[in-house]
């Protein structure tokens, strides 16, 4: 069963050619990878299913609910959780008070950072962050700075602040860019063990296919704005259309 379905979507910015004629199906409690090279459309399409965007044409359904014309909160409230490409934490806050904010949203979305020495003797909100905390193997962290963790840490809390939203679907965008091979083995390890033991759908955007084959039941490869195929890890591989398009190779 699908959980998100896009079709024949399409966006033009002036002259560009964006997106066009987008099919994409994403299956529920899957891991499906979007891939393709630069200007292939990958975070265009990623912001058209966050309601970031809205397409020219065609329609974003998550679970039988159009996304298009909802605002940010309104896209989480439904059950869609996004992690950016550069972590979107608070540097001068600790790693525990960054795992309570998502605890703190109001129903129009919005948080007050103040809230939160009004909130430190409120007991079920403290053990809600410190669960994740354990659960994102970062409980020895909590009381230091979230700026002074290292990149894969600071990954690592963000997701588990989107995950104590208890999303459907989490959206990734290149969440391992800019990272050492340790930490991108880290964030792949963790990213499993979330698909493994949650009711959640993964969908990721990524260049690095050492990621990409690792996680991916099910990948998409974007080209010139257009799906240029769809397919399993094994057969992606070795399909030569994606060898010439995406790794510049030809057959």
Same mark, same amino acid.
């Given at each position: 069963?699908?959980?998100?379905?896009?079709?024949?979507?399409?966006?033009?910015?002036?002259?560009?050619?964006?997106?066009?004629?987008?099919?994409?199906?994403?299956?529920?409690?899957?891991?499906?990878?979007?891939?393709?090279?630069?200007?292939?459309?990958?975070?265009?399409?990623?912001?058209?299913?966050?309601?970031?965007?809205?397409?020219?044409?065609?329609?974003?359904?998550?679970?039988?609910?159009?996304?298009?014309?909802?605002?940010?909160?309104?896209?989480?409230?439904?059950?869609?959780?996004?992690?950016?490409?550069?972590?979107?934490?608070?540097?001068?806050?600790?790693?525990?008070?960054?795992?309570?904010?998502?605890?703190? =949203?109001?129903? $129009?979305?919005?948080?007050?950072?103040?809230?939160?020495?009004?909130?430190?003797? @409120? +007991? #079920? &909100?403290?053990?809600?962050?410190?669960?994740?905390?354990?659960?994102?193997?970062?409980?020895?962290?909590?009381?230091?700075?979230?700026?002074?963790?290292?990149?894969?840490?600071?990954?690592?809390?963000?997701?588990?602040?989107?995950?104590?939203?208890?999303?459907?679907?989490?959206?990734?965008?290149?969440?391992?860019?800019?990272? =050492?091979?340790? $930490?991108?083995?880290?964030?792949?390890?963790?990213?499993?063990?979330?698909?493994? @033991? +949650? #009711? &959640?759908?993964?969908?990721?955007?990524?260049?690095?296919?050492?990621?990409?084959?690792?996680?991916?039941?099910?990948?998409?490869?974007?080209?010139?704005?257009?799906?240029?195929?769809?397919?399993?890890?094994?057969?992606?591989?070795?399909?030569?259309?994606?060898?010439?398009?995406?790794?510049?190779?030809?057959?």
């Amino acid at each position: 069963m699908s959980i998100l379905e896009v079709k024949n979507v399409g966006k033009r910015f002036g002259g560009l050619q964006a997106l066009s004629d987008v099919n994409l199906s994403v299956k529920e409690n899957s891991v499906h990878a979007i891939i393709g090279p630069n200007g292939a459309g990958k975070s265009t399409l990623l912001n058209c299913l966050v309601g970031k965007l809205i397409p020219d044409t065609g329609s974003v359904m998550f679970d039988g609910q159009s996304v298009l014309g909802r605002a940010p909160y309104e896209i989480n409230q439904m059950g869609i959780s996004r992690v950016f490409q550069t972590p979107e934490i608070f540097g001068d806050l600790t790693v525990l008070e960054n795992m309570m904010i998502p605890c703190l =949203a109001k129903r $129009d979305g919005a948080f007050e950072l103040n809230a939160i020495a009004s909130v430190m003797g @409120q +007991r #079920d &909100i403290i053990d809600k962050a410190e669960h994740m905390l354990v659960e994102m193997n970062m409980a020895d962290k909590r009381h230091m700075h979230a700026a002074s963790l290292s990149r894969g840490d600071k990954r690592r809390l963000e997701i588990g602040m989107c995950l104590s939203q208890e999303p459907r679907l989490l959206l990734l965008d290149e969440p391992t860019a800019g990272m =050492a091979r340790a $930490d991108t083995n880290n964030t792949i390890d963790l990213l499993k063990q979330i698909s493994d @033991q +949650r #009711d &959640i759908t993964i969908a990721i955007i990524e260049h690095d296919m050492h990621v990409v084959f690792s996680l991916a039941n099910r990948i998409t490869v974007l080209a010139q704005g257009t799906p240029l195929v769809e397919d399993n890890p094994e057969n992606i591989r070795g399909n030569p259309k994606v060898r010439e398009a995406y790794l510049g190779e030809t057959a």
